[in-house]
């Protein structure tokens, strides 16, 4: 048995995603065909809870859109280096004690600089440097979130498509090891949509800050509620 979330837009609450644990039957080992039996199982057991459809965002999803919404696929502007991988772009502007960013990373294979050993060698994460702007860790994923959502900003088509899942999964994910999440973002964006905010607050930092600052935004506890956000700069 394994435990994952299934995160779910909040369309008109106090919160604008929540999460849903659910215990379900893990299927171990590397092989793509493993990680959809567990996808299969986790959603089963989701729709069983009542939570349907369901996307799983990876490049194991059973569904081809599901790989569409990875961080290895969606790419974000920027001024120098043109269109670039999500995930080159979080993991160069990662700025540590002793260390970063690595702008260089911007440049190479996703998969390359998520491993890049200098991300695991430079101390303590203090915070991400993008285009010249310093963002703190606090609200936890708002700079990830931030990227997501300028990433599906170029990707009209992509944002009509997931605003007909009512909750969204990534097997990749182990909330014990990490805290950003692909799929909370997709949740997020169906959020921003549908409370049509989206478009307002996307390419502004401020803007963007001052609405999770609004909405108490923070990681999603399994109970649904969200964890009372820290005091964090505007």
């Known amino acids: 048995m394994a435990n994952r979330p299934i995160f779910l837009p909040n369309l008109t609450g106090k919160s604008l995603v929540d999460e849903k644990a659910i215990d379900f039957d893990w299927f171990p080992g590397f092989a793509i065909s493993q990680k959809q039996k567990s996808i299969e199982s986790l959603h089963n057991k989701a729709t069983k809870a009542g939570i349907s459809p369901i996307l799983d965002v990876s490049s194991k999803s059973l569904d081809p859109k599901g790989a569409a919404y990875s961080a290895f696929r ?31 990373l911007y440049t190479q294979k996703p998969i390359d600089a998520k491993r890049d050993q200098r991300l695991r060698q430079s101390g303590t994460l203090e915070g991400f440097e993008f285009e010249g702007t310093f963002w703190k860790l606090i609200p936890q994923s708002a700079f990830y979130d931030f990227l997501y959502l300028n990433a599906l900003a170029q990707k009209r088509d992509l944002i009509d498509e997931i605003l007909e899942y009512a909750g969204f999964s990534d097997i990749e994910f182990n909330p014990k090891k990490s805290i950003n999440c692909q799929a909370r973002s997709c949740a ?33 506890t399994p109970s649904g509620n969200q964890q009372s956000a820290l005091p964090f700069d505007l």
């Open 74 to 104: 969606l790419k974000v502007e920027h001024s120098m280096h043109g269109y670039i991988p999500l995930e080159c772009a979080f993991q160069g502007s990662k700025v540590f004690s002793d260390g970063g960013p690595y702008n260089d």
């Open 188 to 220: 997020l964006t169906v959020s921003l949509v549908k409370r049509d905010v989206f478009d307002s607050i996307v390419s502004n930092k401020k803007l963007f800050l001052q609405f999770l600052h609004e909405y108490n935004y923070g990681r999603a």
